[in-house]
Protein backbone atom coordinates (compact mmCIF):
# COMPACT_ATOMS: atom_id res chain seq x y z
CA UNK A 1 0.00 0.00 0.00
CA UNK A 2 1.42 3.31 -0.64
CA UNK A 3 2.60 4.97 2.53
CA UNK A 4 0.05 6.84 4.11
CA UNK A 5 0.60 10.09 5.43
CA UNK A 6 0.04 11.54 8.39
CA UNK A 7 -3.15 12.84 7.86
CA UNK A 8 -4.95 9.40 7.94
CA UNK A 9 -4.12 9.49 11.63
CA UNK A 10 -6.67 10.98 13.21
CA UNK A 11 -9.51 9.22 10.48
CA UNK A 12 -8.20 5.34 11.29
CA UNK A 13 -8.83 3.65 14.13
CA UNK A 14 -6.19 0.80 15.08
CA UNK A 15 -8.80 -1.85 14.34
CA UNK A 16 -9.57 -0.34 10.41
CA UNK A 17 -5.40 0.38 10.19
CA UNK A 18 -4.90 -3.42 11.15
CA UNK A 19 -7.86 -4.46 8.49
CA UNK A 20 -6.02 -2.74 5.92
CA UNK A 21 -2.74 -4.34 6.54
CA UNK A 22 -4.92 -7.40 6.04
CA UNK A 23 -5.95 -6.37 2.76
CA UNK A 24 -2.72 -5.65 1.35
CA UNK A 25 -1.37 -8.93 2.12
CA UNK A 26 -4.93 -10.75 0.64
CA UNK A 27 -4.10 -8.40 -2.54
CA UNK A 28 -0.47 -9.27 -2.42
CA UNK A 29 -1.06 -13.23 -2.27
CA UNK A 30 -4.60 -13.54 -4.13
CA UNK A 31 -4.89 -11.03 -6.42
CA UNK A 32 -2.01 -9.84 -7.84
CA UNK A 33 -0.57 -13.33 -9.28
CA UNK A 34 -3.61 -14.17 -11.08
CA UNK A 35 -4.42 -10.49 -12.19
CA UNK A 36 -3.44 -10.93 -15.75
CA UNK A 37 -5.13 -14.36 -15.98
CA UNK A 38 -8.63 -13.39 -14.84
CA UNK A 39 -8.26 -10.21 -17.48
CA UNK A 40 -7.24 -12.71 -20.50
CA UNK A 41 -10.52 -14.71 -19.06
CA UNK A 42 -12.51 -11.60 -18.89
CA UNK A 43 -13.69 -13.29 -15.70
CA UNK A 44 -13.52 -13.35 -12.05
CA UNK A 45 -13.85 -16.59 -10.29
CA UNK A 46 -16.39 -16.80 -7.46
CA UNK A 47 -13.59 -17.94 -4.85
CA UNK A 48 -12.04 -14.80 -4.91
CA UNK A 49 -15.06 -13.19 -4.04
CA UNK A 50 -15.53 -15.16 -1.52
CA UNK A 51 -12.15 -15.27 0.01
CA UNK A 52 -12.43 -11.45 -0.22
CA UNK A 53 -15.27 -11.61 2.70
CA UNK A 54 -13.54 -13.72 4.69
CA UNK A 55 -11.63 -10.64 5.52
CA UNK A 56 -14.41 -8.17 5.62
CA UNK A 57 -14.03 -6.86 2.14
CA UNK A 58 -17.73 -7.38 1.82
CA UNK A 59 -19.32 -5.49 4.55
CA UNK A 60 -16.66 -2.87 5.15
CA UNK A 61 -19.28 -0.83 6.63
CA UNK A 62 -21.96 -2.87 7.35
CA UNK A 63 -22.30 -3.12 11.20
CA UNK A 64 -20.67 -5.76 13.49
CA UNK A 65 -24.63 -7.10 14.67
CA UNK A 66 -25.13 -8.12 10.72
CA UNK A 67 -22.27 -9.27 10.56
CA UNK A 68 -20.44 -6.75 8.86
CA UNK A 69 -16.66 -5.09 10.00
CA UNK A 70 -18.89 -1.82 10.57
CA UNK A 71 -15.65 0.36 9.56
CA UNK A 72 -15.79 4.10 8.49
CA UNK A 73 -15.49 5.07 4.50
CA UNK A 74 -12.12 5.86 5.01
CA UNK A 75 -10.99 2.72 5.75
CA UNK A 76 -13.38 1.33 3.20
CA UNK A 77 -12.01 4.03 0.50
CA UNK A 78 -8.66 2.71 1.18
CA UNK A 79 -9.17 -0.82 0.73
CA UNK A 80 -10.68 -0.12 -2.78
CA UNK A 81 -8.26 1.54 -3.56
CA UNK A 82 -5.35 -0.85 -2.37
CA UNK A 83 -7.34 -3.43 -4.64
CA UNK A 84 -7.25 -1.46 -7.58
CA UNK A 85 -3.66 -0.97 -7.31
CA UNK A 86 -3.69 -5.18 -8.45
CA UNK A 87 -6.65 -5.62 -10.28
CA UNK A 88 -9.37 -2.69 -10.69
CA UNK A 89 -12.08 -5.08 -12.01
CA UNK A 90 -12.27 -7.14 -9.06
CA UNK A 91 -12.12 -3.53 -6.91
CA UNK A 92 -14.91 -2.02 -9.24
CA UNK A 93 -16.79 -5.21 -8.25
CA UNK A 94 -16.65 -5.20 -4.93
CA UNK A 95 -16.76 -1.36 -4.26
CA UNK A 96 -20.71 -1.95 -5.76
CA UNK A 97 -21.11 -4.48 -4.02
CA UNK A 98 -20.50 -2.92 -0.64
CA UNK A 99 -21.72 1.05 -1.77
CA UNK A 100 -24.80 -0.01 -4.35
CA UNK A 101 -26.06 -3.31 -3.54
CA UNK A 102 -25.83 -3.80 -0.01
CA UNK A 103 -25.45 -0.27 1.00
CA UNK A 104 -28.69 0.14 -0.52
CA UNK A 105 -30.76 -2.77 1.21
CA UNK A 106 -28.76 -1.80 4.58
CA UNK A 107 -30.11 1.78 4.52
CA UNK A 108 -33.58 1.32 2.95
CA UNK A 109 -34.41 -2.25 3.81
CA UNK A 110 -37.03 -4.09 6.47
CA UNK A 111 -35.57 -5.67 9.61
CA UNK A 112 -36.78 -8.82 7.91
CA UNK A 113 -35.18 -8.08 4.52
CA UNK A 114 -32.08 -7.48 6.38
CA UNK A 115 -32.06 -11.07 8.69
CA UNK A 116 -32.42 -12.38 4.78
CA UNK A 117 -29.30 -11.64 3.24
CA UNK A 118 -27.35 -10.42 6.26
CA UNK A 119 -24.46 -11.62 7.18
CA UNK A 120 -24.45 -13.54 3.70
CA UNK A 121 -23.91 -10.18 2.09
CA UNK A 122 -21.14 -9.00 4.08
CA UNK A 123 -19.32 -12.97 4.35
CA UNK A 124 -18.98 -13.50 1.01
CA UNK A 125 -21.54 -16.28 0.63
CA UNK A 126 -23.42 -13.77 -1.47
CA UNK A 127 -23.33 -11.18 -3.76
CA UNK A 128 -25.35 -7.74 -4.49
CA UNK A 129 -26.24 -5.83 -7.47
CA UNK A 130 -27.87 -2.63 -7.84
CA UNK A 131 -29.59 -2.40 -11.09
CA UNK A 132 -30.43 1.25 -12.33
CA UNK A 133 -28.77 1.74 -15.55
CA UNK A 134 -31.21 1.23 -18.89
CA UNK A 135 -31.29 1.99 -22.71
CA UNK A 136 -33.25 5.41 -21.54
CA UNK A 137 -32.01 5.36 -18.38
CA UNK A 138 -28.65 5.94 -16.21
CA UNK A 139 -27.86 9.41 -14.30
CA UNK A 140 -31.33 10.55 -15.83
CA UNK A 141 -33.66 8.32 -13.32
CA UNK A 142 -36.39 9.47 -14.84
CA UNK A 143 -35.84 7.49 -17.78
CA UNK A 144 -36.69 3.97 -16.20
CA UNK A 145 -38.86 2.30 -18.14
CA UNK A 146 -38.74 -0.90 -16.07
CA UNK A 147 -42.45 -1.35 -14.68
CA UNK A 148 -43.37 -2.82 -11.61
CA UNK A 149 -46.74 -3.94 -11.17
CA UNK A 150 -48.58 -4.51 -7.36
CA UNK A 151 -50.80 -7.71 -7.63
CA UNK A 152 -54.42 -8.11 -5.82
CA UNK A 153 -52.57 -9.66 -2.64
CA UNK A 154 -50.12 -6.77 -2.41
CA UNK A 155 -47.29 -8.40 -4.06
CA UNK A 156 -45.11 -6.78 -6.83
CA UNK A 157 -43.90 -8.20 -10.64
CA UNK A 158 -41.56 -6.54 -12.40
CA UNK A 159 -41.19 -6.41 -15.93
CA UNK A 160 -38.15 -4.44 -18.10
CA UNK A 161 -34.63 -4.85 -19.19
CA UNK A 162 -31.31 -3.68 -17.43
CA UNK A 163 -28.21 -2.84 -18.95
CA UNK A 164 -24.56 -2.46 -17.91
CA UNK A 165 -25.33 -3.89 -14.51
CA UNK A 166 -21.88 -4.64 -12.47
CA UNK A 167 -22.57 -8.32 -10.87
CA UNK A 168 -25.61 -8.58 -12.68
CA UNK A 169 -25.83 -12.22 -13.87
CA UNK A 170 -23.58 -13.52 -10.75
CA UNK A 171 -25.69 -11.73 -7.30
CA UNK A 172 -27.50 -13.45 -5.45
CA UNK A 173 -29.62 -10.36 -4.62
CA UNK A 174 -30.46 -7.68 -6.88
CA UNK A 175 -31.71 -4.12 -6.00
CA UNK A 176 -33.74 -3.23 -9.00
CA UNK A 177 -35.31 0.45 -9.67
CA UNK A 178 -38.89 0.22 -11.19
CA UNK A 179 -41.21 3.16 -12.30
CA UNK A 180 -44.34 2.34 -10.05
CA UNK A 181 -46.67 4.96 -11.46
CA UNK A 182 -46.34 8.53 -11.43
CA UNK A 183 -46.15 11.49 -9.15
CA UNK A 184 -48.45 14.25 -7.84
CA UNK A 185 -46.23 16.56 -9.82
CA UNK A 186 -46.74 14.16 -13.31
CA UNK A 187 -43.44 12.64 -13.07
CA UNK A 188 -41.82 8.73 -12.56
CA UNK A 189 -42.32 7.22 -9.29
CA UNK A 190 -39.35 5.36 -8.46
CA UNK A 191 -39.22 3.00 -6.20
CA UNK A 192 -36.79 0.14 -5.01
CA UNK A 193 -37.13 -3.39 -5.07
CA UNK A 194 -35.02 -6.48 -3.87
CA UNK A 195 -35.43 -9.53 -6.54
CA UNK A 196 -33.64 -12.61 -6.39
CA UNK A 197 -31.22 -13.92 -8.04
CA UNK A 198 -33.83 -17.20 -9.36
CA UNK A 199 -36.29 -13.51 -10.93
CA UNK A 200 -33.28 -12.77 -13.41
CA UNK A 201 -33.01 -13.63 -17.08
CA UNK A 202 -29.12 -13.18 -18.30
CA UNK A 203 -28.72 -11.67 -21.43
CA UNK A 204 -24.85 -11.25 -21.69
CA UNK A 205 -21.80 -10.13 -20.03
CA UNK A 206 -20.90 -6.89 -21.88
CA UNK A 207 -17.98 -6.77 -24.01
CA UNK A 208 -15.81 -4.05 -23.05
CA UNK A 209 -12.66 -1.95 -23.49
CA UNK A 210 -11.10 -1.98 -20.06
CA UNK A 211 -11.88 -3.50 -16.75
CA UNK A 212 -12.72 -6.47 -19.00
CA UNK A 213 -12.87 -9.16 -16.07
CA UNK A 214 -15.31 -7.32 -14.40
CA UNK A 215 -19.41 -8.61 -14.53
CA UNK A 216 -20.76 -5.68 -16.60
CA UNK A 217 -24.15 -7.16 -17.80
CA UNK A 218 -27.48 -7.26 -19.32
CA UNK A 219 -30.78 -8.87 -18.18
CA UNK A 220 -34.61 -8.77 -18.53
CA UNK A 221 -37.53 -9.20 -15.83
CA UNK A 222 -39.94 -10.94 -16.89
CA UNK A 223 -43.10 -11.22 -14.60
CA UNK A 224 -40.14 -11.40 -12.15
CA UNK A 225 -41.46 -11.20 -8.35
CA UNK A 226 -40.22 -8.64 -5.89
CA UNK A 227 -40.13 -6.97 -2.62
CA UNK A 228 -40.82 -3.42 -2.38
CA UNK A 229 -37.37 -1.93 -0.73
CA UNK A 230 -38.26 0.77 1.16
CA UNK A 231 -41.04 3.07 0.98
CA UNK A 232 -42.77 3.33 -2.55
CA UNK A 233 -41.51 6.23 -4.33
CA UNK A 234 -38.57 6.37 -2.62
CA UNK A 235 -36.50 4.91 -4.99
CA UNK A 236 -34.87 7.49 -6.58
CA UNK A 237 -34.16 9.01 -3.23
CA UNK A 238 -32.26 5.62 -2.29
CA UNK A 239 -29.98 5.71 -5.66
CA UNK A 240 -28.93 9.53 -5.43
CA UNK A 241 -27.34 8.35 -1.55
CA UNK A 242 -26.04 5.28 -3.03
CA UNK A 243 -24.73 7.01 -5.63
CA UNK A 244 -23.01 9.74 -3.47
CA UNK A 245 -20.88 6.67 -1.61
CA UNK A 246 -20.59 5.13 -4.87
CA UNK A 247 -18.52 8.06 -6.47
CA UNK A 248 -15.99 7.78 -3.20
CA UNK A 249 -15.43 4.37 -4.32
CA UNK A 250 -15.05 5.23 -8.28
CA UNK A 251 -12.36 8.30 -6.36
CA UNK A 252 -10.44 5.25 -4.58
CA UNK A 253 -10.67 2.26 -7.94
CA UNK A 254 -9.20 5.82 -9.90
CA UNK A 255 -6.68 6.05 -7.23
CA UNK A 256 -5.15 2.68 -6.65
CA UNK A 257 -4.62 2.83 -10.96
CA UNK A 258 -3.09 6.29 -10.76
CA UNK A 259 -0.76 4.61 -8.04
CA UNK A 260 0.03 1.26 -9.73
CA UNK A 261 1.07 3.64 -13.52
CA UNK A 262 3.12 6.01 -11.35
CA UNK A 263 4.87 3.56 -9.36
CA UNK A 264 5.50 1.74 -13.04
CA UNK A 265 6.67 4.63 -15.11
CA UNK A 266 9.03 5.78 -12.05
CA UNK A 267 10.59 2.24 -12.28
CA UNK A 268 11.03 2.68 -15.90
CA UNK A 269 12.29 6.33 -15.99
CA UNK A 270 14.98 4.69 -13.65
CA UNK A 271 15.97 1.79 -15.57
CA UNK A 272 15.57 2.73 -19.38
CA UNK A 273 18.56 3.97 -21.18
CA UNK A 274 17.81 6.48 -23.98
CA UNK A 275 21.20 8.81 -25.92
CA UNK A 276 23.33 7.77 -22.53
CA UNK A 277 21.40 8.93 -19.72
CA UNK A 278 18.67 7.37 -18.07
CA UNK A 279 14.80 9.00 -18.66
CA UNK A 280 14.80 10.07 -15.57
CA UNK A 281 17.33 12.44 -16.09
CA UNK A 282 15.38 14.29 -18.77
CA UNK A 283 14.01 17.46 -17.52
CA UNK A 284 10.25 15.94 -19.49
CA UNK A 285 10.51 13.25 -17.75
CA UNK A 286 11.18 14.50 -14.59
CA UNK A 287 7.85 17.22 -15.24
CA UNK A 288 5.62 14.11 -16.28
CA UNK A 289 6.59 12.30 -12.67
CA UNK A 290 6.21 15.39 -10.93
CA UNK A 291 2.36 16.50 -12.42
CA UNK A 292 1.60 12.88 -11.68
CA UNK A 293 2.39 13.14 -8.21
CA UNK A 294 1.07 16.29 -7.88
CA UNK A 295 -2.68 14.74 -9.67
CA UNK A 296 -2.87 11.81 -6.66
CA UNK A 297 -2.35 13.62 -3.86
CA UNK A 298 -4.90 16.11 -4.91
CA UNK A 299 -7.10 13.45 -5.51
CA UNK A 300 -6.28 11.34 -2.43
CA UNK A 301 -7.19 14.62 -0.06
CA UNK A 302 -10.76 14.85 -1.60
CA UNK A 303 -11.34 11.47 -1.43
CA UNK A 304 -10.53 11.46 2.05
CA UNK A 305 -12.99 14.92 2.71
CA UNK A 306 -15.61 12.91 0.92
CA UNK A 307 -15.01 9.93 2.79
CA UNK A 308 -14.60 11.66 6.46
CA UNK A 309 -18.03 13.26 5.66
CA UNK A 310 -19.61 9.62 4.73
CA UNK A 311 -18.66 8.50 7.95
CA UNK A 312 -19.95 11.06 10.19
CA UNK A 313 -23.34 10.72 8.12
CA UNK A 314 -23.29 14.23 7.40
CA UNK A 315 -23.92 15.27 3.82
CA UNK A 316 -21.89 14.62 1.31
CA UNK A 317 -22.73 14.95 -2.24
CA UNK A 318 -20.80 18.07 -3.69
CA UNK A 319 -17.66 16.07 -1.65
CA UNK A 320 -18.37 13.09 -3.65
CA UNK A 321 -18.78 14.41 -7.08
CA UNK A 322 -15.71 16.56 -6.65
CA UNK A 323 -13.53 13.78 -5.52
CA UNK A 324 -14.75 11.28 -8.35
CA UNK A 325 -14.30 13.65 -10.72
CA UNK A 326 -11.32 14.88 -10.09
CA UNK A 327 -9.91 11.21 -9.47
CA UNK A 328 -11.19 10.46 -12.33
CA UNK A 329 -10.07 12.42 -14.93
CA UNK A 330 -6.23 12.59 -12.76
CA UNK A 331 -5.94 9.04 -13.32
CA UNK A 332 -6.21 8.87 -16.90
CA UNK A 333 -3.66 11.73 -17.00
CA UNK A 334 -1.34 9.62 -15.09
CA UNK A 335 -1.86 6.51 -17.02
CA UNK A 336 -1.27 8.24 -20.06
CA UNK A 337 1.81 9.81 -18.89
CA UNK A 338 2.98 6.43 -17.63
CA UNK A 339 1.92 4.52 -21.13
CA UNK A 340 3.80 7.44 -23.17
CA UNK A 341 7.24 7.15 -20.20
CA UNK A 342 7.03 3.40 -21.54
CA UNK A 343 7.05 3.99 -25.29
CA UNK A 344 6.10 1.55 -27.53
CA UNK A 345 6.72 -1.09 -24.94
CA UNK A 346 3.86 0.42 -23.20
CA UNK A 347 1.17 -0.23 -25.63
CA UNK A 348 1.86 -3.40 -25.76
CA UNK A 349 0.46 -6.27 -23.77
CA UNK A 350 2.73 -7.51 -22.35
CA UNK A 351 3.27 -5.19 -19.60
CA UNK A 352 0.15 -3.88 -17.71
CA UNK A 353 0.67 -0.29 -18.41
CA UNK A 354 -2.11 -0.49 -21.28
CA UNK A 355 -4.67 -2.29 -19.05
CA UNK A 356 -4.49 0.62 -16.37
CA UNK A 357 -4.87 2.87 -19.00
CA UNK A 358 -8.31 0.98 -20.49
CA UNK A 359 -9.33 0.78 -17.12
CA UNK A 360 -8.82 4.46 -15.68
CA UNK A 361 -11.43 5.38 -18.51
CA UNK A 362 -14.66 4.05 -17.39
CA UNK A 363 -13.99 6.17 -14.09
CA UNK A 364 -15.06 9.17 -16.16
CA UNK A 365 -17.94 7.47 -17.14
CA UNK A 366 -19.31 5.04 -14.59
CA UNK A 367 -21.43 6.34 -11.21
CA UNK A 368 -22.55 9.39 -13.02
CA UNK A 369 -20.18 10.72 -16.41
CA UNK A 370 -17.37 13.88 -15.63
CA UNK A 371 -20.36 16.11 -17.38
CA UNK A 372 -23.08 14.93 -14.61
CA UNK A 373 -20.29 15.31 -12.09
CA UNK A 374 -19.69 18.89 -13.17
CA UNK A 375 -23.72 19.72 -13.16
CA UNK A 376 -24.28 18.05 -9.31
CA UNK A 377 -21.13 20.42 -8.12
CA UNK A 378 -22.82 23.72 -10.25
CA UNK A 379 -25.95 23.50 -8.73
CA UNK A 380 -24.86 23.24 -5.27
CA UNK A 381 -22.39 26.23 -6.05
CA UNK A 382 -25.34 28.21 -7.26
CA UNK A 383 -28.02 27.30 -4.43
CA UNK A 384 -25.89 27.98 -2.38
CA UNK A 385 -24.93 31.46 -3.18
CA UNK A 386 -28.38 32.17 -3.01
Known sequence: MRS???????????????????????????????????????????????????????????????GGRGLGYVAYSLAIRELSRHQAALAIDIAAHNALGT??????????????????????????????????????SGGVETAGVQQPDGSWVLNGFKRYITLGRIADVVVVMAATGTTEKGRKEISAFLVDRAQIQPVRKVPTCGLKASETSEFNLVNASAELLGPRGSGQQGALACLDKGRIGVAAVSLGLADAALAAATRHALSRQQFGKRLADFQ?????????????????????????????????????????????????????????????????????????????????????????????ISRGLLAGSK
Request: aromatic share 8%.
Open 284 to 376: TIQFMLADSEVDIRAAELLMLQAAVLATRGGRHSMESSVAKLHASEAASRVCNRALQIHGGYGYTRDIPIERYWRDARLSEIGEGSSEVQRMV
Open 103 to 140: GHILNFGSAAQHARVFPRLADGTWLAAWALTEPSAGSD
Open 4 to 66: LPSLYDSHLSAEELDFLQQVTAFAQREVAPHAEEWEKAEELPRAIFQAAGRIGLLGVTVPKNL
